[in-house]
Nanobody, 121 residues
Framework: QVQLVESGGGLVQPGGSLGLSCAAS????????MGWYRQRPGKQREMVAG???????DYADTVKGRFTISRDNVKNTAYLQMNSLEPSDTAIYYC???????????????WGQGTQVTVSS
């Protein structure tokens, strides 16, 4: 079992910045991918950014150039730095990890509880 603790959400003005973090704990062989998804009001959950264990990152087109994902493999923590925030970035942001089971190496996906990000003047 893996526990994810997210932090860093809140209210920010348009054009501002906000950082999110997601700390993973539990028993696993490795964390293959750490990522962030979001669910905007009235929309389906969508991928925002993901980063593999080796550091390769991927972003949704809507956030490229504004958001940066990073991870600390020692602390098992992922970070999402969000700059130039827009009202359309308002959403609940969910941490997502793909881990390898310690015994079988099978992949499992876990989700965080979500943190609210509101971009408004």
């Amino acid at each position: 079992q893996v526990q994810l603790v997210e932090s860093g959400g809140g209210l920010v003005q348009p054009g501002g910045s906000l950082g999110l973090s997601c700390a993973a704990s539990g028993t696993f062989y490795s964390i293959h991918v750490m990522g962030w998804y979001r669910q905007r009001p009235g929309k389906q959950r969508e991928m925002v950014a993901g980063i593999a264990e080796g550091g390769t990152a991927d972003y949704a087109d809507t956030v490229k150039g504004r958001f940066t994902i990073s991870r600390d493999n020692v602390k098992n923590t992922a970070y999402l730095q969000m700059n130039s925030l827009e009202p359309s970035d308002t959403a609940i942001y969910y941490c997502n990890v793909l881990v390898r089971d310690s015994a079988t190496r099978s992949p499992y996906i876990f989700w965080g509880q979500g943190t609210q990000v509101t971009v408004s003047s």
